[in-house]
Every structure is written in C-alpha cells, then in structure tokens.
C-alpha cells in the first residue's frame, strides 16, 4: 500500500543538515519544515544579517511551494524562530519585501540557539495547493 505522505527536498533548495526532507504533502495540504537562510547554488548562508536570511528562505520557500503545486499565495501559517528577538523589525521588513500584502497567521518565537552556526533564524510554513484555495465566504 502507498503512503498518502509524500515528501521530497527539490532541486535548487538547501540540503537539509538532518534525516529530513523539506516538504511533506498529503492531499491538497502541504507542510515545510524548519528552514534556514542558506543559499543553495552556494551551501553557505545568504548573509550574515537576519534580513538576507529571511529573503533567502522565502525565496527557497518559492521553489518548494511551486515544486507541490502551491505557491505563497496559499500559505496559511508560517513560524518563525528567531535567535534574537532584536531583529524583529529588520525580519519583519524583509518578509513584507518577498510576502508583499499576502498575511497568512504567523507566530514568531525567540529561540535560544539553532542547530548550523550562523543561522539567525528558521522558518517553517503550512500551506495548500492551488487546486484548495478558497475564501471564507465561498461556502466551503
């Protein structure tokens, strides 16, 4: 029997530093995991402030979600570990520059440390596909 749980890492995204794909995807529901500001052409980070990291993630988001047939357009909720709640803004100003006026839920949490040296913070989102979208008052 096939497992309804697909996952992969697609090609042009960081190499995950763990036993771990990136996306996992059953139906229309898609999940990323923790991700990382690392330039993937490179393997190293995209810079060494929060605001490059930030833009290299949601970049590297637009090549998962398009890899599942989503893009980030059908996000419905990202979080965001950040090692220092200091670069709240700058995070925050980098994100409205790659989200533009798409405001899915978000939860921003201050973490103590994160596993690869360097890294500023993560993110990880859930979304659908665009076969799934909807609005709330289309009656589904």
Same mark, same amino acid.
């Given at each position: 029997?096939?497992?309804?749980? #697909?996952?992969? *890492?697609?090609?042009? *995204? &960081? ?23 690392? /330039? ?7 810079? =060494? /402030? ?9 970049? @590297? %988001?637009?090549? +998962?979600?398009?890899?599942?047939? @989503? ?6 909720? =990202?979080?965001? %570990?950040?090692?220092?709640?200091? /670069?709240? #803004? ?8 790659? +989200? ?6 978000? =939860?921003?949490? @201050?973490?103590? #440390?994160? &596993? ?9 989102? *859930? ?7 909807? @609005? %709330?008052?289309?009656?589904?």
């Amino acid at each position: 029997m096939k497992s309804r749980v #697909e996952t992969l *890492t697609p090609p042009n *995204t &960081p190499t995950p530093i763990g036993p771990y794909n990136h996306v996992a995807k059953v139906g229309e529901h898609i999940w990323i995991g923790g991700t990382a500001g690392v /330039d993937p052409a490179t393997g190293q980070l995209a810079g =060494t /402030d929060v605001g490059a990291q930030t833009r290299q993630i949601l970049k @590297s %988001f637009v090549v +998962m979600l398009d890899a599942v047939g @989503s893009d980030l357009s059908h996000v419905t909720h =990202t979080n965001t %570990f950040l090692q220092h709640m200091s /670069d709240f #803004e700058t995070m925050n100003a980098a994100y409205v520059d790659i +989200m533009g006026d798409r405001r899915p839920a978000r =939860t921003v949490i @201050s973490v103590r #440390e994160l &596993p690869k040296p360097g890294v500023l913070l993560t993110k990880n989102l *859930t979304a659908v596909t665009k076969e799934r979208a909807g @609005s %709330f008052d289309d009656g589904k």
